[in-house]
């Protein structure tokens, strides 16, 4: 059935067309359907493990992950991927997209309305990206490798984060691959009932918890952390840990877009 159509011939067809694109929906959808007898059994949780590599994953993942495996490849970072133990804090294809923008952008997205690579390089009268190539693999590499961890460490085994008082739960600051320091912990929400009524109740760190990674540009100022909370975490392929990040906050792609975007002009130049 999956031989059929593929999640990458869905995408050409959002970017190419418009009418059949919902037939596609709804086969993407029966498609999603069918692969859940894969992943959970009575309504238990998803099963986290991953019979291939962190690269492989990535592979497996074409409408979220696409991107992002083509710009591991074009940073020549495929074979790390698959063959050391690695905790990846994944982007999505999202942030790459919002980090390339459009030359005159007139949609309703904010974050591709102001300060795009694309719609800077036009301004500075400078080649715009046609394709992920058009980017120096320098670059991709130098901001993919602040993502990267030696050592597989899932959500148990990092410590807890309160950012309202970290002197308390301050988590922990990580080497990345580049030499990088990220803070990593695990937020404790409460378990809230009622909520918003006169019979409201909250239990104090006793609600889920959600993994979180701050990029810190300089270690002697921590109050200028850039923070990406996880979206879905310990997903365990062969050699080591994904966890996707959530492209709606932090500081887009690498951790700060306007550093990225900076890069790529001067390359141009």
Known sequence: ???????????????????????????????????????????????????????????????????????????????????????????????????????????????????????????????????LSDIDSLIWRKYLERYLFHGKKLLKDYPQIDFDILSTFGGENYISYNNTVSNIGVVFNDAVTDAGKPTETRLKYMGYRQLHISYIPNVSDPARWVTHPVSSSDIQPLNGVVHVLDFNQGGGFGFNRGEVIQDIIQSKR
Request: with cysteine; charged share 25%; proline share 4%.
């Open 1 to 131: 059935m999956e031989q059929l159509i593929t999640m990458n011939t869905i995408k050409q067809v959002v970017t190419h067309t418009g009418r059949p694109l919902l037939a596609l929906l709804l086969v993407s959808s029966l498609l999603s359907s069918c692969k859940q007898d894969e992943y959970y059994t009575d309504g238990g949780k998803a099963n986290p493990y991953f019979d291939g590599t962190i690269m492989d994953y990535l592979d497996s993942r074409p409408i979220e992950l696409d991107s992002v495996a083509e710009v591991v490849r074009l940073a020549g970072l495929d074979e790390v991927l698959n063959t050391e133990e690695l905790t990846f804090f994944a982007p999505k294809d999202e942030e790459i997209r919002r980090l390339i923008g459009q030359v005159n952008y007139e949609g309703e997205d904010p974050f591709l309305k102001t300060g795009t690579a694309n719609q800077r390089l036009y301004d500075l009268g400078l080649d715009t990206i046609q394709t």
